[in-house]
């Protein structure tokens, strides 16, 4: 059974609704901001690359993939998240540079081999079937496409090792895996996986 904190914490930031979600969306914009950014700068995406944001929640690296890429896609399971993104990409929606809609990593709607990169940030933790999460968006990408997640070390739903395993059964090679401290107290150690889909 559920306890009330987990209830409470799951509305706040698992599946953000009301309220609470949109207070931990705000937490979550400035508690993840640096993992964000660093993660779209490793992802390196291009202007013409068309680019998968999963589970952006309030959106900082959706707009930071959106400065840099034509064609950006977010897809987040949260309708308080997506209209946080909304709020935040305004500009890049309204110029067409990005398209929010409702999903997951284990349904995006996007199309096969549609995608040069995909990126996951913090939320990895949150998937229900994280092989089902990968396997789609080994699908979604194209052949070379480029895979890279991002979580909170302590929240990893296996160790990292264990993950990357994952990844390449998957169907990505190579996959490396380096762990990033974020700048400011608060800030938790991320680990960060990145890999190429073959």
């Known amino acids: 059974m559920e ?32 993992t964000e950014l660093h993660a779209v700068a490793l992802a390196e995406p291009g202007e013409q ?3 998968l944001v999963v589970g952006p929640g309030p959106g900082v690296g959706l707009e930071a993939a959106a400065r840099r890429c034509a064609h950006v896609i977010g897809v987040d399971p949260s ?11 305004a500009s890049p929606i309204a110029r067409g540079r990005l398209h929010l809609a409702a999903g997951s990593a284990a349904r995006t709607g996007a199309a096969d081999a ?35 997640l991002a979580a909170h070390e302590k929240w990893l739903p296996a160790d990292l090792t264990t993950l990357a395993n994952m990844v390449r059964v998957a169907g990505f090679d190579p996959v490396r895996t380096c762990t990033w401290d974020p700048p400011g107290r608060m800030a938790s150690t991320a680990a960060i996986l990145s890999a190429v889909r073959l």
């Open 3 to 34: 306890s009330i904190t987990q209830r409470l914490l799951t509305k706040a930031f698992g599946r953000p609704s009301g309220l609470l979600g949109r207070l931990g969306g705000r937490l979550m914009a400035h508690g993840n901001a640096a």
């Open 49 to 51: 690359d068309v680019v």
């Open 79 to 89: 309708g308080v998240m997506l209209a946080m993104a909304r709020r935040r990409c």
């Open 114 to 148: 549609a995608v040069d990169v995909v990126i996951s940030v913090n939320n990895l933790q949150l998937w229900p079937d994280v092989p089902a999460g990968l396997t789609e968006l080994h699908r979604v990408l194209r052949p070379g496409g480029r895979l890279l």
